[in-house]
C-alpha cells in the first residue's frame, strides 16, 4: 500500500477465497508505470492509503466454481486497476489473459495494449515513413509494434543518447537528437519531401507534439501516445488544420478495447514474434517497491523499465 508520498507499506491480510467469477493468482511480475509517479510523488494526489501496481501478471493458484477457461496452474496477465503489488491478486476471470510460461515478461500486458491499440487507431501502411517522437519504454514498444506493420522507414526522436542508442539497436531506420537536429529535416531526407505518413508522438509533453507535428506530411496521421497529465498544451492549431491531419487521440478507456489490446499483444508475445522483454532494465522483490519507484522516478542513464517480482521473495513461496 502506498501510505503516503514515497511511503510504501507491506501489509498482511488474510487472503479471501475467490468468489464463483474470480481467479486467485500468485503474482509472478508487475511493472511500475510512469503514470504511477506522480501518485507516488503525491503531485497527483489520490486517496490514501491506495494499492497500486495494474500491470501485473502471475500463477494461477484457486478458481471460483464458475470459472471455465482457466485452471490452476495457467500462466496470465490481467487487468486491474490496482494490487498488483502483492503476492496475491483477486481478478476476475474476463480480465484474465493467458499467457505462455515460458515468456519471460508478460507483465508487459498492460503498457502493450496501450501500444497495440494506439497502432491498430493509426494503421500504419505498408510502406509508410514512421516517426516516432520518444523513445523511452512506451515509445521502444511502440516502435516494436509498428515495425511489424511494414513501413518503409521508422525514424526515431528523443534528446537523451542512451534512448537514442536504445532505439537504433531495435532496429530504427534513423535516430535523431533533436536537442542537435532537425527532425522535419531529417524525416523530409527519407519520404521524398513529404513528410511523415504517421507520426506518433510518446513524450507526453508539449514541445514533443511540436516536434512530432513539424515532421508529418499533408494530410498524413498525427498520432498522440504520450500521457498528457497537468497544465494546458500550446499548439499550433492553425498549421495543424492548414495541413489537414488526421489527429489521432490513443487513448483507450472501453474495457472491452483494452482486453482485445491485451489479448493481441500477448499472442504475439506467446508466440515469440515480439519479444519485449530487453526493455526491463530493473527488477525488485516485493519488499522493495519503494526502490523499484526510485529507480523509475531517478531514470537512471540506461533506465527504461522497473518490474517488482512478489515471487521472488513471497514467505508462502
Ligand atoms: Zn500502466
Redesign the pocket.
Given at each position: 500500500m502506498l501510505v503516503a508520498p514515497f511511503e510504501i507499506e507491506l501489509i498482511e491480510r488474510e487472503l479471501p477465497a475467490p468468489s464463483s467469477s474470480q481467479v486467485l493468482l500468485r503474482v509472478d511480475q508487475c511493472?511500475v508505470?510512469?503514470?504511477?509517479i506522480d501518485v507516488w510523488t503525491g503531485k497527483e494526489p489520490e486517496e490514501l492509503p491506495a494499492a497500486i501496481g495494474?500491470?501485473a501478471a502471475g500463477i494461477v493458484e484457486r478458481v471460483g466454481d464458475d470459472v471455465r477457461g482457466i485452471q490452476p496452474g495457467d500462466h496470465v496477465a490481467v487487468w486491474v486497476d490496482g494490487g498488483g503489488f502483492a503476492d496475491r491478486l483477486l481478478v476476475e476471470e474476463r480480465f484474465c489473459i493467458p499467457v505462455a510460461a515460458d515468456a519471460p515478461y508478460p507483465a508487459v500486458a498492460?503498457?502493450l495494449s496501450?501500444i497495440v491499440n494506439a497502432v491498430e487507431l493509426a494503421a500504419p501502411r505498408l510502406g509508410d515513413d514512421v516517426v516516432i517522437v520518444g523513445a523511452g519504454y512506451m515509445g521502444n514498444l511502440l516502435q516494436l509494434v509498428a515495425a511489424l506493420k511494414g513501413p518503409r522507414t521508422i525514424t526515431v526522436a528523443d534528446v537523451r543518447p542512451d534512448a537514442l542508442a536504445r532505439a537504433e539497436r531495435l532496429g530504427a531506420t534513423r535516430v535523431i537528437d533533436t536537442s542537435q537536429a532537425s527532425l522535419a529535416d531529417a524525416v523530409r531526407d527519407v519520404s521524398d519531401g513529404g513528410g511523415a505518413d504517421v507520426s506518433f508522438e510518446v513524450t507526453g509533453a508539449g514541445a514533443g507534439l511540436q516536434v512530432a507535428a513539424e515532421a508529418t506530411r499533408m494530410s498524413g496521421k498525427l498520432c498522440i501516445v504520450g500521457y498528457h497529465q497537468g497544465g494546458a498544451r500550446t499548439i499550433q492549431l492553425g498549421r495543424w488544420n492548414w495541413m489537414a491531419f488526421e489527429i489521432v487521440n490513443a487513448h483507450f478507456r472501453e474495457l472491452e478495447t483494452i482486453m482485445r489490446g491485451m489479448r493481441a499483444g500477448m499472442r504475439l508475445v506467446s508466440a515469440g514474434v515480439l519479444d519485449p522483454s530487453g526493455l526491463v532494465t530493473d527488477a525488485f522483490p516485493l519488499g522493495r517497491v519503494a526502490d523499484a519507484f526510485h529507480a523509475a522516478t531517478e531514470k537512471r542513464n540506461g533506465f527504461v523499465k522497473a518490474l517488482v517480482e512478489p515471487a521472488a521473495d513471497s514467505p508462502r513461496g
Amino acid at each position: 500500500m502506498l501510505v503516503a508520498p514515497f511511503e510504501i507499506e507491506l501489509i498482511e491480510r488474510e487472503l479471501p477465497a475467490p468468489s464463483s467469477s474470480q481467479v486467485l493468482l500468485r503474482v509472478d511480475q508487475c511493472g511500475v508505470c510512469a503514470s504511477e509517479i506522480d501518485v507516488w510523488t503525491g503531485k497527483e494526489p489520490e486517496e490514501l492509503p491506495a494499492a497500486i501496481g495494474h500491470e501485473a501478471a502471475g500463477i494461477v493458484e484457486r478458481v471460483g466454481d464458475d470459472v471455465r477457461g482457466i485452471q490452476p496452474g495457467d500462466h496470465v496477465a490481467v487487468w486491474v486497476d490496482g494490487g498488483g503489488f502483492a503476492d496475491r491478486l483477486l481478478v476476475e476471470e474476463r480480465f484474465c489473459i493467458p499467457v505462455a510460461a515460458d515468456a519471460p515478461y508478460p507483465a508487459v500486458a498492460e503498457p502493450l495494449s496501450c501500444i497495440v491499440n494506439a497502432v491498430e487507431l493509426a494503421a500504419p501502411r505498408l510502406g509508410d515513413d514512421v516517426v516516432i517522437v520518444g523513445a523511452g519504454y512506451m515509445g521502444n514498444l511502440l516502435q516494436l509494434v509498428a515495425a511489424l506493420k511494414g513501413p518503409r522507414t521508422i525514424t526515431v526522436a528523443d534528446v537523451r543518447p542512451d534512448a537514442l542508442a536504445r532505439a537504433e539497436r531495435l532496429g530504427a531506420t534513423r535516430v535523431i537528437d533533436t536537442s542537435q537536429a532537425s527532425l522535419a529535416d531529417a524525416v523530409r531526407d527519407v519520404s521524398d519531401g513529404g513528410g511523415a505518413d504517421v507520426s506518433f508522438e510518446v513524450t507526453g509533453a508539449g514541445a514533443g507534439l511540436q516536434v512530432a507535428a513539424e515532421a508529418t506530411r499533408m494530410s498524413g496521421k498525427l498520432c498522440i501516445v504520450g500521457y498528457h497529465q497537468g497544465g494546458a498544451r500550446t499548439i499550433q492549431l492553425g498549421r495543424w488544420n492548414w495541413m489537414a491531419f488526421e489527429i489521432v487521440n490513443a487513448h483507450f478507456r472501453e474495457l472491452e478495447t483494452i482486453m482485445r489490446g491485451m489479448r493481441a499483444g500477448m499472442r504475439l508475445v506467446s508466440a515469440g514474434v515480439l519479444d519485449p522483454s530487453g526493455l526491463v532494465t530493473d527488477a525488485f522483490p516485493l519488499g522493495r517497491v519503494a526502490d523499484a519507484f526510485h529507480a523509475a522516478t531517478e531514470k537512471r542513464n540506461g533506465f527504461v523499465k522497473a518490474l517488482v517480482e512478489p515471487a521472488a521473495d513471497s514467505p508462502r513461496g
